[in-house]
């Protein structure tokens, strides 16, 4: 495919987006923005729900992964399972009952307005580099195949995709991303779908065999017992459960199209169908690291330094233009949702969690609406920053260090919420802050030496449990003495 060719593909896919958004984003308000209403139908959701939960890192890395971690994801997967009930039958029910626009509200309910800002300010952290790493990886990859052909600089290249995530969001919000979520979930699942049957056809197989030479592969194993590995199935399928708690269920991105259904039960409903498909949804993600890897050592393809560029290598040099034209769509459907969700939340957590703009009874919806402007470009203009940062970095080891940094700032939002729910206690409140930046700090330590203090254990996903423990622990150190009980949320 010549360089033209993929970027008309871009922009026929982002003026989809675009039709999509006139549709959704006529007489949009604040409430439009923020919760959509309330009308959004839940089937809708949960389908959006697996393109934004899945990202460019997911669609490159989790094929890549199976060479080294075979199947081993899906233990996490599972675990996913159990935090997504955790979060239908526990933390949504408190959401709607306290009727919250931001779910880090329920911290000032709770113990009051430095934890709640706190919260806030880590979720901030969190997803402004977890987002622009997400939207790096993608945007180098059209960077190398499309824009480095024309000699456009890469700092361009980031300021269009930017410019069109705003011109699609900055108006409808909510209520246009649960749409859009669900354009972007279809050509992500073709993406992998035709894509195994294209690898298939190159084997001369058809899909009974394929699914037997991968059954009877290497890589199928999911279950692995040491306990000193880094695949030990506990570890991982614990891990899974409290990612899928704090990445979706403490993360404002996730639950703030939870919230844009129309009342708890719908968006209970959801969530059970969500966490369900999204299992087979990953299962086909490996599988096709499966394929991929087989395809290789069938043809005698040498594997790439990388296992992330395992599965674009393959489809741009080895298969033909249209599993390419496949793959590139895939990807463009991958990094939009990363995008479009964390600027959407990002701006709706700073404008209700610290300008407050929801109590603003004194400024018009005009004035408010013009706030909430200023608050979305300078995100927008933010992430920019950072992914020019990463770029400028260039350097793997330390980019991967520092978006497994950005998973370390939810062990305090974990901590904070189990605590809430969990106690009766009150807290000294300007104290938190001070427990959630020790927390992970004291979990980076424990983690670079648990070899040697922990009889060689290492550890992986489930780093954030101890997080959260941590963090517990420093809340009942600062507790106040004399409790009176307080009143359940």
């Keep these: 495919m010549s360089p033209a060719f993929i970027f008309l593909i871009f922009l026929l896919y982002s003026a989809l987006l675009f039709f999509i958004t006139w549709l959704t984003a006529r007489k949009a308000n604040n409430d439009t923005y923020f919760i959509g209403n309330k009308q959004s139908p839940w089937y809708v959701v949960a389908y959006g729900m697996i393109g934004a939960s899945l990202s460019g890192v997911t669609f490159m890395s989790v094929p890549g992964s199976v060479g080294g971690t075979q199947f081993s994801y899906m233990m996490v997967v599972f675990g996913y399972l159990f935090g997504y009930f955790t979060i239908a039958t526990v933390l949504m029910p408190m959401y709607y009952k306290l009727n919250l626009t931001s779910i880090y509200t329920y911290l000032n309910k709770r113990f009051g307005f430095w934890s709640y800002k706190t919260g806030a300010f880590f979720f901030l952290l969190s997803r402004t580099i977890g987002a622009s790493f997400r939207m790096y990886l993608v945007i180098n990859v059209l960077q190398i195949f499309v824009f480095d052909q024309w000699g456009v600089p890469f700092g361009v290249s980031v300021a269009v995709f930017i410019v069109l995530i705003i011109l699609y969001t900055f108006e409808g919000g909510v209520k246009t991303i649960v749409w859009t979520d669900t354009l972007q979930t279809t050509f992500m699942l073709l ?21 037997d030479s991968v059954r009877h592969s290497k890589y199928s ?9 880094s695949r030990y199935f506990l570890k991982k399928f614990f891990g899974g459960m409290f990612i899928a708690i704090v990445m979706t269920g403490l993360d404002q991105e996730m639950m703030q199209k939870n919230l844009s259904c129309r009342n708890l039960k719908e968006a209970q409903k959801n969530m059970f169908t969500f966490s369900f498909v999204l299992l087979f949804v990953n299962a086909m993600f490996l599988f096709l690291g ?4 087989i395809y290789v050592s069938t043809k005698g393809i040498a594997l790439p330094a990388k296992s992330d560029d395992l599965f674009p290598v393959i489809a741009f040099q080895y298969l033909s233009p249209v599993a390419g034209l496949v793959f590139m769509l895939g990807l463009i459907s991958a990094a939009y ?8 939340s990002l701006t709706t957590s700073f404008c209700v969690d610290f300008l407050g703009l929801k109590e603003k009874d004194n400024l018009s919806e005009k004035q408010k609406k013009k706030i909430r402007y200023i608050v979305h470009f300078s995100f927008a203009a933010l992430l920019l920053v950072v992914i020019m940062i990463f770029r400028v970095v260039n350097n793997d080891a330390v980019v991967n260090s520092i978006f497994k940094a950005a998973g370390y700032t939810y062990g305090p939002l974990l901590g904070l919420f189990a605590f809430g729910l969990f106690t009766k206690f009150k807290i000294y409140d300007k104290r938190v802050w001070i427990v959630a930046i020790i927390s992970p700090v004291a979990c980076y330590f424990i983690s670079m030496f648990s070899k040697e203090i922990l009889f060689g254990y290492v550890f992986d996903f489930e780093l954030l449990i101890l997080n959260g423990i941590l963090t517990f622990v420093g809340l009942i150190i600062i507790k106040k003495n004399n409790n009176k009980e307080l009143s359940s949320f």
């Design 191 to 211: 993406g992998v779908v035709l894509s195994i049957i294209f690898i298939t056809r190159e084997l001369n197989l058809n899909f009974s065999e394929i699914f």
């Design 221 to 229: 194993q999911i279950v692995f017992a040491d306990w000193h590995d």
């Design 337 to 344: 949702p990363s995008a479009d969700g964390a600027l959407t």
């Design 290 to 293: 499966a394929v991929l890897y």
